[in-house]
């Protein structure tokens, strides 16, 4: 019995590499676009997998209490193309505060669509349209930042988009989470232990889908957001200032990329996982991984041969437009 998780996972695995190749990912990306830039990075690199119709990019949902960041989401989504892709925003939150070195510039520097935080939809909200619009079994949620959204959208009920909850519907509609937090095998990172590790807690006991973490151990070693970028990068771009303002290309761990780097072939070439056991994490936020049962849980390792400046400058040319 305790093999019966493991042949689900893998069927379901080999289901979704099998309509990989006749369709698209759709793909969800929830991210925490302040205190860091690494999600501005993760961000462009999702919308050039779409622009080379590798995925299909439904939406973001930017999970912050800074005002500014489902703005700066919305300068970025439309230098690349995308003004009306939708932004959810964590709303009726008890406190808002401006945290970035870079969301308020680039919301005031470059056009946007979205002009208040205040127009985004509820981010719990949109995870449900989107979700409700989507073939069976097609959605990969990327989160890159802390899982409170993805917690109201597991806890939410029937609304105008779908009567099934919140649980019903991931269960339906989504193939897989990848997920940027944790340390492995054992550590505390920031996703999972701040502002909300009450979130992390329940999201991990309540999915019921595969899930990849993606740990700051193997971000940490891939640095981005160097000279080559600024070499590359048009001086015109958000991306090109949100370095510039963060700390003007002097290099940054990679933590949130990998994640959207997994949904590339070439991320076979650098990265395995780790498959037996399960991510066990504490009420404060601290992990570790244990082995004393199965799930549908792996993390990722980087492979020993696996050349970080070569997926450094793949991770970098992917920000350019």
């Known amino acids: 019995m305790n093999n019966y998780p493991k042949i689900v996972a893998l069927i379901a695995l080999v289901l979704l590499s099998f309509s990989a190749r006749s369709q698209q990912y759709n793909v969800i990306l929830d991210a925490d676009i302040d205190s860091d830039v690494d999600d501005v990075e993760a961000l462009a690199m999702v919308h050039t997998l779409a622009d080379q119709k590798k995925i299909n990019f439904l ?6 209490d800074d005002p500014y960041a489902p703005l700066c989401t ?11 892709l939708p932004i959810g925003y964590l709303k009726n939150q008890p406190a808002y505060k401006v945290q970035s070195k870079y969301t308020r510039q680039i919301s005031e520097e470059f056009p946007r669509r979205l002009r208040s935080y205040q127009e985004a939809e509820e981010a719990a909200t949109l995870y449900r349209k989107l979700l409700s619009e989507s073939p069976d079994g097609s959605v990969v949620i990327i989160t890159i930042g802390h899982l409170t959204s993805l917690q109201n959208l597991l806890q939410s009920g029937a609304d105008k988009y779908s009567p099934m909850s919140g649980k019903e ?20 990172e920031a996703n999972f232990y701040r502002p909300d590790p009450a979130s992390t ?12 973490f ?12 160097g000279p080559f970028l600024k070499s590359k990068l048009s001086a015109d771009s958000p991306v090109y200032r949100a370095y510039e303002l963060y700390n003007n290309f002097q290099g940054r761990a990679s933590w949130d990329q ?6 590339m072939e070439e991320a076979g070439k650098y990265f395995s996982t780790v498959s037996q056991g399960y991510c066990h994490v504490n009420e404060d936020g601290s992990n570790q991984w244990r082995t ?3 799930s549908l849980h792996e993390y990722v390792v980087l492979k020993p041969d696996a050349d970080v400046e070569a997926i450094a400058r793949s991770m970098d040319k992917m920000a350019i437009r």
Do not use: H
């Open 59 to 64: 939406g973001v949902v930017v999970t912050s």
């Open 292 to 294: 004393d049962k199965d």
């Open 258 to 263: 990998v994640a959207v780097y997994l949904l």
């Open 169 to 188: 519907l991931v269960r339906k509609k989504v193939a897989k989470w990848l997920c940027m937090g944790g340390n492995y095998p054992e550590g505390k």
């Open 214 to 225: 993606v740990g700051w151990d193997v971000g940490n070693v891939i640095k981005t957001g």
């Open 74 to 84: 919305s300068a970025i989504n439309q230098y690349f193309g995308r003004p009306a």
């Open 201 to 212: 807690v329940y999201c991990l006991q309540e999915w019921e889908k595969p899930v990849t």
